[in-house]
């Protein structure tokens, strides 16, 4: 039997290896009153990996999924309490090192700025509610600025690598902060705006 599993799991892996994922889901199957959750995984190929285990009878689910959704809620809310006030606080950073450069004449979140140009400058593309292209520059004072198309320019504030402010933006006397999710993909806080920059494979 050891050898029978050993060798399924060899042959799971062999299917696997080159091949995309194009679906992981988990779902719930009802067979004869008993219920099972099953996680399935599809790669492009068309192969497929299954597997079912029992979850209980219907009181044991209704249980279970009780459980599961007041901890998703909690962890929600624990969620929110922790971001729901990063743009002031994003605004404080600023404000912190303009202190700090004055009283020592450099400012850590211009040399954080300098120390990842390549990424920031460049070509950007607005997604989400909207579809827009943006471009990030330097100006002679080595301070950043944003404009779509021909348009007025406007401040850009990014931090390190992981946070850009626009200003102005999506409408005068407001600003928008995006925050990096992965490599030179950002997203707004609510989810309606993503930042992506722009490359021969995604113009």
């Not at 029978?4 to 892996?13: E, K, M, P, Y």
């Not at 004072?141 to 021909?150: L, N, Q, V």
């Not at 006397?173 to 930042?195: E, V």
């Amino acid at each position: 039997m050891k050898h029978i599993l050993f060798f399924c799991a060899i042959l799971s892996a062999h299917i696997a290896i080159g091949q995309v994922v194009t679906l992981d889901t988990t779902y719930i199957t009802n067979n004869a009153g008993k219920y099972y959750k099953v996680h399935r995984v599809v790669y492009s190929t068309g192969a497929y990996a299954e597997d079912a285990q029992l979850a209980g009878d219907s009181l044991q689910l209704y249980t279970e999924g009780k459980g599961y959704i007041a901890n998703l809620a909690a962890t929600f809310a624990s969620d929110i309490n922790s971001t729901w006030n990063y743009s002031q606080r994003i605004t404080a950073i600023f404000r912190e090192s303009d202190r700090i450069q004055s009283l020592t004449g450099r400012n850590p979140v211009d040399s954080l700025r300098a120390d990842n140009e390549s990424l920031w400058l460049g070509t950007w593309n607005m997604r989400g509610d909207t579809q827009q292209t943006i471009v990030i520059s330097k100006i002679a004072t080595g301070a950043y600025r944003w404009r779509i198309g021909t348009g007025t320019l406007r401040v850009a504030q990014p931090i390190a690598n992981t946070v850009i402010r626009l200003n102005n933006y999506p409408t005068s006397g407001k600003f928008t902060d995006f925050f990096r999710i992965s490599g030179d993909r950002y997203i707004q806080a609510d989810g309606k705006r993503w930042l992506i920059k722009q490359t021969t494979a995604n113009k």
